[in-house]
């Protein structure tokens, strides 16, 4: 077998892992261990301890009222759960409409350094033991918080992850493919879980154990990512919490959802860096083999692996195994054609179906490149545009 085959294959393999291979080792991964340990059953503290909700929020007049509303349905004992929001640099009436709801904490400053900056500062104010974060364009079934809670009857468990699902909307293209995204991702983090600990938490709903908060760089762009796995790097278990729901509306269009990916793509390859540690296998163990498959890879290599399969495939055309290359070149280019034609229907406003499937697949994988450039030129920054969301 000639180099430029061996680096075919390994490059064809390491994409058939990181997307499909991963959640089947970990299916099986996870029924093994569960024959020899079954998984603990989970019951209500005692006493439910103070826990505080904390809302980050920059220009969300429009959404305070039905936030608000879904913070007062939310079931926990009275007296317990306190709300808090952080505000800083908001410019409209967000932090004047706070200010007429009873017995709610609004921390707002002028000064906008992003929400690692918020949420630092808003954390030297809180000290009840459990701190709940959501984002203000979320909403909340209403057991999340005890739900979340009942978790931490697990002293080894530091930081709780909800699951984010994403709202139909009508005509938003995004809606169908974030959500199916959303689905599968949310079946991994159950079975990361399920063997060890989730690999990370999402923003739209976490909670952590108030003395295991660290404060973070202010140019930090996936503070929720960085700070569940600076917890887990500490020795403790990221729970992931199905029963507690965040529901979000998708972005208003592929456009405002690239905006979004392609911050997390940057926030995730700043996040490979400053988590470098983690990528030490024998420290780490089973944490680092999760860490590894379920986001290093995507972040880093197999996007590069996936746009080198084209090139290396035509290169071996003229190998000893034409009618093979062939093959594959005509499947590759198949999938690449149903891909184009994805995007098409997207731009003609007819969305959903098959056809997106391979378009959002690939739509993920080039704004790693994007993240990649933006990581570049925004170096320093915690602030970012936000996504319209439909």
Known sequence: MTATAIVFWACALLVVYTYVGYGALLAVLVK?????????KHAAPAEAPEVTLLIAAYNEQEIVAAKMENCRALVYPEGRLHIAWVTDGSTDRTPELLAAYPGVTVLHHARRGGKTAALNRALEHIHTPIVVFTDANTMLNPEAVTEIVRRF?????GCVAGEKRVAAAEGSGAAATEGVYWKYESKLKEWDCRLHSAVGAAGELFAVRRDLWRTMPEDTLLDDFVCSMLIA???????YCKEACALETPSAD???????????AAGGLQSVWRLRKLLNPFRYGVLWFQYV???????TVTPVALAALVPLNVALLW??????YAVLLALQAVFYLAAAAGWVRERRGNRGGMLSVPYYFLFMNLNVFRGAWYLATHRGRGTWEKARRA
């Not at 093994?32 to 603990?40: G, I, M, Q, T």
Request: net charge positive; charged share 35%; aromatic share 4%.
């Open 254 to 264: 592929m456009g405002e959802e690239g905006k979004r990916k392609r911050r997390i």
């Open 32 to 40: 093994l261990r569960e024959a020899v340990c079954p998984a603990a």
């Open 293 to 299: 498959s379920h986001r290093v890879l995507r972040w």
């Open 233 to 239: 790097a500490d020795g403790y278990r990221i729970a």
């Open 153 to 157: 009857d697990d002293p080894q468990v």
């Open 319 to 324: 190998s000893g195994h034409p009618a093979l």
